[in-house]
């Protein structure tokens, strides 16, 4: 469009200085005339149109300059208001704090389950060690595992868990209206335990299924402290297939939330696309278990926008995190291609659209600079995750005790266990 623009600009300039010069001629002052009139009218013309471009120019700058200064503003008032929602969250936890004469009986009862779980895949692993000599490569990597394994399970009993919450917000708002949780773990030195250093040496152990299940049930523990000082605020809590689909465990949990249907509005359970693409028979029924009592579920590590939306609703999906970077990718850099593969007629502007017809609220994560939050608002995208907006922040660990057993009953109930394998 500007390029026939500037065309017809072009033209019109040609038009009135042929017609200048034309006028010079007609006039009697000869073909000289003509062509130094023509060429006069169209230098003018030029710099005619190079000073308008240039103040139009200045104009937009200035235009630019403002925006990029009001969004330094706002964004300077969300970090604010992020920081103080997070201190304001972890005072109502304070303050609401249950004792422990409180903690119900359900609760210690999964506690004790979980931990023995825990225990008797360690205990087992540890036991049948092979026979390799230490100092070979095979022998000293069984010993790090070994220790690893080890490492884990102390931070587990001795209550070493962390809680992090990074919050949601709205858009062009920023009003912090979610919060997704993330869980770490502390050896005794207190250094902070990445997910990458012990999930793939679990899960080869068998040893996930126990540690999913008692950071589940710790997240929903803490929801349950915020719904109890009327926290209008939703969490993002994630749920492993191994949970869904533990039969020892899930039994269980699914009591407790019965007994905390009010928690259905504020715990939102979340799988990554490939989990959910992966759940069985077993874990959909789960999963429509959870529905039965009002809890909802969210899709994160969206690899790609072509979802079936129809499956997404069927399954209680409400809302799916999708990388800003991706959403870029995807609806704005497609020079013209359709954003959807199996639906040929959808424009990029209507993908928001589309995910609300279904029932599913679009959340940008990973937002980390302004020019990010200017596209995915062009993409009608209402709700917003990233370090631009907040970075997770711990629960203060004399919070998160609270939610647990003394570790001294975890300690007893872990010997008790040990025992009753040894002599029962």
Known sequence: MRSLIQLFLFCGYVFLSLTAGAALWRAGLG?????????????????????????????????????????????????????????????????????????????????????????????????????????????????????????????????????????????????????????????????????????????????????????????????????RQDRKVGVFCNISLTSLGDETFFPEFLAFLSQNRDLGQSLIFELGQATFDARGAVEARNMAKLADLGFRFSLDKVQTLDLDFADLQRSDVRFIMVAAVLLVEQLLHLDGAAPLPSMPDIRAADFAALTERYGVQLIAEKVETERQVIDILELDVTFGQGHLFGEPRAIKEQVLAETDPPSDFLRSTLRSAEQRRRYG
């Open 31 to 227: 073909g000289g005339a003509f062509v130094a009139g023509a060429l006069g009218a169209m230098g003018t013309l030029a710099a005619l149109h190079a000073l308008v471009t240039q103040a139009l120019s200045a104009r937009a700058l200035r235009r630019d300059l403002d925006q990029l200064r009001e969004a330094h503003r706002l964004l300077a008032d969300a970090l604010d208001a992020t920081q103080g929602a997070v201190s304001d969250l972890t005072e109502a936890i304070e303050k609401g704090a249950l004792t422990q004469t409180e903690t119900l009986t359900g609760e210690v009862r999964i506690l004790e389950d979980l931990v023995q779980q825990m225990s008797d895949s360690i205990e087992a692993r540890l036991a049948v060690a092979p026979l390799q000599d230490p100092r070979s490569a095979e022998g000293r990597k069984r010993q790090q595992s070994n220790a690893l394994l080890q490492t884990v399970h102390e931070a587990l009993t001795e209550n070493r868990v962390d809680l992090y919450l990074q919050p949601v917000v709205t858009l062009p708002q920023r009003r912090t209206i979610f919060y997704e949780s993330f869980t770490r773990l502390r050896d005794a030195s207190g250094r902070i335990m990445m997910p990458a250093e012990y999930l793939s040496l679990a899960e080869g152990e068998g040893l996930l299924p126990a540690i999913d299940n008692l950071l589940l049930f710790r997240c929903a523990q803490i929801v349950r402290r915020l719904s």
